[in-house]
């Protein structure tokens, strides 16, 4: 009888903790990618032709008329939840003035890492100007569980 009451007790700790658990989550990896007048980040599916493709675009902004951000994350919650990714740039606009933009994306939770997209195009990427650093970060409400930062951030 002992035993079974030691059990019991212990059960409801394990599950009181693991409800009151809070999400875990990260952001595993974020992708720039330039974007040129017709939409496309790629002339073809091959890696090698997307990054000799960028590279072109990269050099020559004419060609160019956005930017997108694939952005891998993962959330590990005991409930399904809503969460936040935020998308932060900074830029140098036109007169070397600076820029701060903010994008955000709801994104729902799952048992896997999920890709998002977050795109800055048309008029806002003109007057936007070039991208100098970028930082991702993940919410769940008012709490950071992940952030992936470029190098001049």
């Not at 059990?7 to 040129?36: M, Q, T």
């Not at 007048?37 to 590279?55: C, E, I, K, N, V």
Request: hydrophobic share 40%.
């Amino acid at each position: 009888m002992c035993r079974f009451l030691l059990f019991c007790l212990l059960g409801c700790v394990l599950g009181v903790s693991l409800e009151a658990r809070a999400a875990i989550g990260k952001v595993n990896k974020v992708l720039p990618h330039f974007l040129d007048t017709q939409g496309r980040h790629s002339l073809s599916p091959s890696l090698f032709d997307r990054d000799a493709y960028q590279a072109q675009l990269r050099q020559n902004p004419a060609q160019r008329s956005g930017i997108r951000y694939d952005i891998n994350w993962r959330v590990r919650s005991v409930k399904p939840a809503t969460f936040k990714l935020k998308l932060e740039l900074r830029g140098i606009a036109k007169g070397n003035l600076p820029q701060l933009k903010t994008m955000e994306q709801d994104v729902k939770g799952g048992v896997s890492s999920r890709w998002a997209r977050i795109t800055l195009a048309g008029k806002d990427y003109e007057q936007f100007g070039e991208v100098t650093a970028w930082r991702v970060t993940l919410w769940d409400g008012d709490e950071l569980l992940g952030e992936q930062k470029s190098f001049l951030w």
